[in-house]
């Protein structure tokens, strides 16, 4: 006759991450998120995308993968869906296109943000806002862009434009485009700006002689070039700062 012992169901091993999302809520709201490590930060936005399993290895292929949380959140959504990690049961973890399209959203919101900072009081004067938003929105970009801050007469901003998208080391520029929208927009001064993905912001030969072509253009119909500023992830340049202009 049987005890009931031999017959008895064992009970399944929870898995180590069981609990783990609440204790991380936890700590977050005792000690204060800005105290998370960065991958932990990111587990607590992955928590929203990926309601179920353990988020943290994917959180931290995604930090070593583009080398920090300003690139993670400034990849493609494509770059991003390229990343795949392999949870506690060795199992292979992607991800998904939700989650790729939250993370791209985090730092569109981001951007917005800086962009208010900046555009609170007139861009000269809110010079600091300005280098923190044009490194936000250029510091991680794969690619060459060319942008212009148009501003009115009292230095704020009319609008931040695309010009061109280019290479990893060039994008076309053409300074009389440059000048005819200033002049469709009513404008009076503008602020030229482009990113280098190599990382290093130094003004190379053509940047200069660039920059020059479009001063030249915008003086003849009275109009002003601030700066050129050059973004890299080292920092930004100043072409003012240099004295090249």
Known sequence: MSDGVAGAIPKQAKPHHAGHRERLRER??????????????????????????????????????????AAVLAASVEDLMTV?????RGRSKGVGAE???????????????????????TVISSWTALLAYVR??????????????????????ILDEIQNRGTVDHAPVYPREVVRRALELSASAMIIVHNH????????????DMT?????????????????LIVGREGVASFKQLGLM
Do not use: C, M, W
């Open 28 to 69: 977050a709201r005792g000690a204060g998120i800005h105290h998370l490590p960065d991958y932990e930060l990111l587990e607590l936005f992955l928590f929203r995308s990926q309601p179920q399993g353990d988020v943290k290895p994917i959180a931290k292929a995604l930090l070593t993968r583009f080398g920090s949380l």
């Open 197 to 208: 993905p190599s990382g290093d912001p130094t003004p190379s030969r053509a940047d200069i």
């Open 212 to 228: 020059k072509q479009v001063i030249e253009a915008a003086r003849a119909l009275g109009l002003q070039v601030h700066d050129h």
């Open 136 to 157: 936000l929105s250029l510091q991680h970009e794969p690619r060459e862009q060319f942008r212009v801050l148009y501003l009115d007469k009292k230095n704020q901003l």
């Open 84 to 88: 795949r990690a392999e949870d506690s």
């Open 99 to 121: 989650t790729a399209l939250d993370l791209a959203a985090l730092h569109e919101v981001s951007r917005r943000v800086a962009k208010e900072e900046a555009n609170k009081r």
